[in-house]
């Protein structure tokens, strides 16, 4: 498990995380205009909470209808056991299918939530199929799926 030391984020550090996440690609010099900061002192500040780890990286969002995987079904899987070995090749197994959008950990009743983007109900099938239903130690597969996102960080 990774513990990280709290780093103090005042106003201006939450505008600028904010404009980031909205415009990764923003320039600096547009990101200092936005928030009021010289050029000079914008980019310490990124700097600073890149080296603090509060910014870990920068991604490019997909847009997954445009790719054909518009459904997005968010899968509660439960597991045979809470044995390490079984956790970690689940995990494993996991990791590797282009279908998988994320995977938590959960507390509660199942052991992991899923997020999977498919063409639609019957991709969706043949997924739970053919590897869902697959993974190592599942005991139980529970799936919802989305209608609409409303907020996607």
């Known amino acids: 498990m990774h513990y990280h030391a709290l780093v103090a984020l005042d106003a201006i550090d939450h505008v600028l995380i904010d404009e980031l996440q909205h415009n990764g690609r923003i320039t600096n010099l547009e990101l200092a205009e936005r928030i009021g900061l010289s050029p000079s002192a914008c980019l310490r500040r990124v700097r600073s909470l890149e080296e603090s780890g509060v910014i870990?990286?920068?991604?490019?969002?997909?847009?997954?209808a445009v790719q054909g995987r518009s459904t997005s079904v968010f899968v509660e899987i439960t597991l045979t056991s809470q044995e390490e070995s079984v956790l970690d090749a689940f995990e494993a197994?996991?990791?590797?299918?282009?279908?998988?959008?994320?995977?938590?950990?959960?507390?509660?009743?199942?052991?992991?939530?899923?997020?999977?983007?498919?063409?639609?109900?019957s991709h969706y099938e043949q997924l739970h199929r053919t590897h869902l239903a697959q993974l190592p130690g599942v005991a139980r597969i529970r799936s919802s799926f989305a209608l609409r996102t409303v907020v996607e960080r």
Not at 56 to 64: F, M, S
């Open 56 to 64: 870990v990286g920068y991604r490019a969002l997909i847009d997954r």
């Open 93 to 121: 197994a996991v990791a590797v299918h282009p279908s998988v959008m994320s995977c938590h950990l959960m507390a509660g009743d199942a052991d992991y939530l899923v997020h999977v983007a498919c063409e639609d109900v």
